[in-house]
């Protein structure tokens, strides 16, 4: 696919029905990826839906979905913006019909059960069904008993029996064949009755059959049940945007309409505990709106005129009216909630292990029942005993299990995080970042609120301070760099009219140059005066007392002699100091990285408790992602953390990219994980929730091989040749059920997390 421009490749995502188990999402898998034009495959069976990246030109969608059908399973129309709805409408259903046809089983499976099993027991069952002297309607009862139980459970056939002469048996085919059997057996013994062989009422197991498909139905649901809670992050997101909003027309008029119909441009009216229902700019009115859905802090936040409004949020105080600038998956609610879907349909590396494993594990599964019940017979047991071990073996075997273990712990976690407002994009990027050891963070921005402050200006030869700070403003005027605008804003605060600068250029890394009434005027560090072959001796004392009082100081030439500096000083985030206090602590390294010269780094350093060793000054926009490389060359997982456009290099450079939400939308889309409260202490959440999620589905991994290691030798009657017990199938059918149901129970308990320091 490398030879495909990358406008050509498309994503998609086709939900899918009929999966039951790891075997089927690995067979999906495997039908869809031997396709020519798919470059990328992933089929999650927690979320039951595919992602296909895929060439247009080499293959239609069409195609995709025809091979999903031939390999057993339905592919659905795929995902549209109100798919979400859709799809949980479609859940719901087949939760309803998953129960109604458990309690069916359930009716018929319990009389089935008294009337095979009670006479062992003692209890009384009627006499026209006796064993002893009535064989045969004994067995025809437990017969007629067990039709409805199989009509409840055909899908086992259906599915099982489809997929098996595919050539890629599931957990269906286990369930299908065992089950089987036991009725095959028990109609061959119900003949030998009609023959007058009335001692084959003791050899009947239709109850195995009908019990076994009960208690499979039973854990089906409660796993479908615990697999609907694990996407209740997404639920709670879907639910904040209001169905409706109110517009003011052209005429002035309040105009009740559904928020699908708002257009880019519209005004809209929000009073207090409303809220917002798109993404807007205020225009009139001030109020503090609680943003904790988007940021996990519950502090409202204040607005007034030209502040942005998010959908979602709620207006707390006052009335506002605003101009609003996205819609529908525009809105940032929209792409938080596709971010959180995608990240849990994907999948994690260690998923990996498992996908491989339940390719082989059914087959291998079928043989050891085979295996087992055939030297059983060898050895001369009774063909019930046989039977017995044949069927345990098929039934207690349990792909389901490791089929879940990592994707249902991945959509908790990723939805916990959206939760603390942390938005991790993939699955790998939450198994990554919890093997950090080292995370680099960009100064201004991050570790700065990145809104620096004017602090002093001091003016050399015969020009004024004043004068000075008037043509600085000039030049910085047609800047977009923080420390510039913070310049021009002290001027136009003490009224300075500006000169009117001409041929502006900005030197990447360097500073600025303006021609201001025919003198050439340069702004910026010692590079910039190396550049132009400037002495900056006699302003080298004021720069590294400025430095060293953690301000950012500044050139300043005039015709190609020093003229004066001047020094900007940016304001650290309340949390910065305590973040890094908590990574420390955790025996995480930190490194600042900046553009700022050596002392003014230190001096932020000092205030922040990073040492010296761990400061990268003067650092420019284009090496920054080299400093990650080489950080990483010396064997350190480097977590980047950064905010702005020159950041974005390095995040992606990085193990794992954190994004600050209040920067930009490349430094966004570049990182792997979005920290969308804008505070430092979030670094610590998501590396302290990666490593709560990754040690949560290596419980579930182990428990789930731990389960099939033991419980297989067990079913093929290993206990047994040490005089222990024979597993009764239904036994067998029971743990079965429970461990997928256990599963998904230990991924929920992810949904109880806190950070260790709240």
Same mark, same amino acid.
């Given at each position: 696919?490398?030879?495909?421009?990358?406008?050509?490749?498309?994503?998609?995502?086709?939900?899918?029905?009929?999966?039951?188990?790891?075997?089927?999402?690995?067979?999906?898998?495997?039908?869809?990826?031997?396709?020519?034009?798919?470059?990328?495959?992933?089929?999650?069976?927690?979320?039951?839906?595919?992602?296909?990246?895929?060439?247009?030109?080499?293959?239609?969608?069409?195609?995709?979905?025809?091979?999903?059908?031939?390999?057993?399973?339905?592919?659905?129309?795929?995902?549209?913006?109100?798919?979400?709805?859709?799809?949980?409408?479609?859940?719901?259903?087949?939760?309803?019909?998953?129960?109604?046809?458990?309690?069916?089983?359930?009716?018929?499976?319990?009389?089935?059960?008294?009337?095979?099993?009670?006479?062992?027991?003692?209890?009384?069952?009627?006499?026209?069904?006796?064993?002893?002297?009535?064989?045969?309607?004994?067995?025809?009862?437990?017969?007629?008993?067990?039709?409805?139980?199989?009509?409840?459970?055909?899908?086992?056939?259906?599915?099982?029996?489809?997929?098996?002469?595919?050539?890629?048996?599931?957990?269906?085919?286990?369930?299908?064949?065992?089950?089987?059997?036991?009725?095959?057996?028990?109609?061959?013994?119900?003949?030998?009755?009609?023959?007058?062989?009335?001692?084959?009422?003791?050899?009947?197991?239709?109850?195995?059959?009908?019990?076994?498909?009960?208690?499979?139905?039973?854990?089906?649901?409660?796993?479908?049940?615990?697999?609907?809670?694990?996407?209740?992050?997404?639920?709670?997101?879907?639910?904040?945007?209001?169905?409706?909003?109110?517009?003011?027309?052209?005429?002035?008029?309040?105009?009740?309409?559904?928020?699908?119909?708002?257009?880019?441009?519209?005004?809209?009216?929000?009073?207090?505990?409303?809220?917002?229902?798109?993404?807007?700019?205020?225009?009139?009115?001030?109020?503090?709106?609680?943003?904790?859905?988007?940021?996990?802090?519950?502090?409202?936040?204040?607005?007034?005129?030209?502040?942005?409004?998010?959908?979602?949020?709620?207006?707390?105080?006052?009335?506002?009216?605003?101009?609003?600038?996205?819609?529908?998956?525009?809105?940032?609610?929209?792409?938080?909630?596709?971010?959180?879907?995608?990240?849990?349909?994907?999948?994690?590396?260690?998923?990996?292990?498992?996908?491989?494993?339940?390719?082989?594990?059914?087959?291998?599964?079928?043989?050891?029942?085979?295996?087992?019940?055939?030297?059983?017979?060898?050895?001369?047991?009774?063909?019930?005993?046989?039977?017995?071990?044949?069927?345990?073996?098929?039934?207690?075997?349990?792909?389901?299990?490791?089929?879940?273990?990592?994707?249902?712990?991945?959509?908790?976690?990723?939805?916990?995080?959206?939760?603390?407002?942390?938005?991790?994009?993939?699955?790998?990027?939450?198994?990554?970042?919890?093997?950090?050891?080292?995370?680099?963070?960009?100064?201004?921005?991050?570790?700065?609120?990145?809104?620096?402050?004017?602090?002093?200006?001091?003016?050399?030869?015969?020009?004024?301070?004043?004068?000075?700070?008037?043509?600085?403003?000039?030049?910085?005027?047609?800047?977009?760099?923080?420390?510039?605008?913070?310049?021009?804003?002290?001027?136009?605060?003490?009224?300075?009219?500006?000169?009117?600068?001409?041929?502006?250029?900005?030197?990447?890394?360097?500073?600025?140059?303006?021609?201001?009434?025919?003198?050439?005027?340069?702004?910026?560090?010692?590079?910039?005066?190396?550049?132009?072959?400037?002495?900056?001796?006699?302003?080298?004392?004021?720069?590294?007392?400025?430095?060293?009082?953690?301000?950012?100081?500044?050139?300043?030439?005039?015709?190609?002699?020093?003229?004066?500096?001047?020094?900007? *000083?940016? =304001? %650290?985030? &309340?949390?910065?100091?305590?973040? $890094?206090?908590? !990574?420390?602590?955790? @025996?995480?390294? /930190?490194? +600042?990285?900046?553009?700022?010269?050596?002392?003014?780094?230190?001096?932020?350093?000092?205030?922040?408790?990073?040492?010296?060793?761990?400061?990268? *000054?003067? =650092? %420019?926009? &284009?090496?920054?992602?080299?400093? $990650?490389?080489? !950080?990483?060359?010396? @064997?350190?997982? /480097?977590? +980047?953390?950064?905010?702005?456009?020159?950041?974005?290099?390095?995040?992606?450079?990085?193990?794992?990219?954190?994004?600050?939400?209040?920067?930009?939308?490349?430094?966004?889309?570049?990182?792997?994980?979005?920290?969308?409260?804008?505070?430092?202490?979030?670094?610590?959440?998501?590396?302290?929730?990666?490593?709560?999620?990754?040690?949560?589905?290596?419980?579930?991994?182990?428990?789930?091989?731990?389960?099939?290691?033991?419980?297989?030798?067990?079913?093929?009657?290993?206990?047994?040749?040490?005089?222990?017990?024979?597993?009764?199938?239904?036994?067998?059918?029971?743990?079965?059920?429970?461990?997928?149901?256990?599963?998904?129970?230990?991924?929920?308990?992810?949904?109880?997390?806190?950070?260790?320091?709240?």
């Amino acid at each position: 696919m490398s030879e495909n421009n990358n406008k050509q490749i498309r994503d998609i995502i086709i939900p899918i029905e009929g999966m039951t188990c790891a075997a089927c999402s690995r067979a999906v898998e495997k039908a869809i990826e031997k396709l020519d034009g798919v470059s990328e495959v992933s089929v999650n069976l927690a979320t039951n839906k595919a992602k296909v990246q895929y060439d247009p030109d080499r293959i239609r969608l069409s195609q995709i979905k025809e091979s999903i059908d031939k390999a057993g399973y339905k592919a659905l129309d795929i995902e549209s913006e109100k798919q979400g709805d859709t799809d949980r409408e479609r859940r719901d259903r087949e939760l309803k019909t998953m129960w109604t046809k458990f309690i069916v089983s359930l009716i018929f499976a319990v009389p089935l059960f008294y009337i095979s099993m009670g006479h062992m027991i003692g209890l009384p069952i009627p006499a026209i069904i006796d064993p002893e002297h009535h064989p045969m309607s004994f067995a025809l009862v437990q017969f007629l008993l067990t039709l409805p139980i199989i009509a409840a459970g055909n899908r086992f056939y259906t599915v099982g029996f489809s997929t098996l002469f595919r050539g890629s048996p599931n957990m269906d085919s286990l369930v299908a064949i065992g089950t089987s059997s036991a009725l095959i057996y028990s109609i061959y013994a119900m003949f030998m009755i009609g023959e007058g062989h009335s001692e084959y009422a003791m050899q009947l197991y239709f109850e195995s059959a009908g019990i076994i498909i009960t208690l499979v139905m039973l854990g089906k649901t409660l796993e479908e049940v615990a697999k609907g809670k694990t996407s209740e992050a997404i639920k709670k997101l879907m639910g904040l945007t209001p169905k409706e909003a109110t517009v003011i027309d052209e005429e002035g008029r309040e105009v009740i309409i559904p928020v699908t119909d708002v257009e880019v441009g519209d005004v809209i009216l929000v009073r207090p505990g409303e809220r917002i229902p798109v993404d807007g700019k205020v225009i009139d009115g001030y109020t503090t709106i609680d943003e904790s859905m988007l940021t996990g802090e519950s502090i409202p936040v204040d607005k007034g005129i030209g502040d942005i409004v998010v959908g979602g949020s709620i207006n707390k105080t006052g009335t506002i009216k605003f101009k609003t600038t996205q819609v529908g998956s525009d809105t940032v609610l929209a792409q938080i909630i596709q971010m959180v879907e995608d990240a849990q349909g994907s999948k994690a590396p260690i998923a990996r292990m498992a996908d491989v494993i339940s390719g082989y594990f059914v087959p291998a599964v079928v043989i050891v029942a085979i295996v087992a019940a055939v030297l059983w017979a060898i050895s001369g047991k009774p063909i019930g005993f046989v039977l017995k071990v044949f069927i345990s073996v098929l039934v207690i075997a349990c792909p389901c299990a490791l089929g879940l273990a990592t994707p249902t712990a991945i959509m908790v976690g990723t939805g916990r995080g959206a939760e603390h407002g942390i938005l991790i994009k993939s699955g790998t990027a939450l198994e990554t970042a919890h093997v950090i050891d080292t995370v680099v963070l960009d100064k201004t921005g991050t570790i700065t609120k990145g809104e620096p402050e004017f602090k002093e200006i001091v003016a050399y030869d015969e020009i004024d301070e004043d004068e000075l700070l008037k043509i600085v403003a000039s030049a910085e005027y047609s800047s977009e760099h923080p420390l510039g605008q913070a310049i021009v804003k002290e001027a136009q605060d003490r009224g300075y009219d500006l000169y009117n600068a001409q041929g502006f250029e900005a030197i990447p890394g360097h500073g600025i140059k303006v021609i201001i009434d025919d003198r050439e005027v340069l702004v910026g560090n010692a590079k910039l005066m190396d550049m132009y072959n400037i002495s900056v001796d006699k302003g080298q004392g004021d720069i590294e007392r400025l430095a060293n009082k953690g301000e950012t100081p500044m050139y300043i030439a005039i015709d190609s002699s020093l003229a004066g500096v001047i020094s900007v *000083a940016d =304001v %650290l985030k &309340p949390n910065s100091k305590r973040a $890094i206090d908590v !990574l420390h602590r955790s @025996g995480i390294r /930190v490194i +600042m990285i900046t553009g700022d010269n050596e002392a003014t780094a230190r001096a932020i350093g000092d205030q922040v408790g990073i040492p010296k060793e761990d400061i990268l *000054a003067e =650092v %420019l926009p &284009p090496d920054k992602a080299e400093n $990650i490389k080489m !950080l990483q060359d010396k @064997g350190l997982k /480097v977590a +980047m953390v950064g905010d702005g456009i020159n950041d974005a290099p390095a995040l992606v450079q990085a193990n794992v990219g954190m994004a600050i939400a209040s920067g930009t939308d490349i430094a966004m889309e570049s990182a792997d994980i979005v920290l969308m409260g804008n505070d430092l202490m979030d670094v610590y959440t998501a590396i302290e929730l990666s490593d709560k999620t990754i040690v949560n589905i290596k419980q579930n991994l182990f428990w789930a091989f731990a389960y099939n290691t033991i419980g297989i030798p067990i079913a093929a009657g290993v206990l047994y040749i040490f005089g222990g017990p024979l597993l009764n199938p239904m036994i067998a059918a029971a743990a079965m059920a429970l461990s997928s149901v256990s599963v998904v129970t230990n991924a929920l308990r992810l949904r109880s997390f806190k950070p260790s320091y709240k």
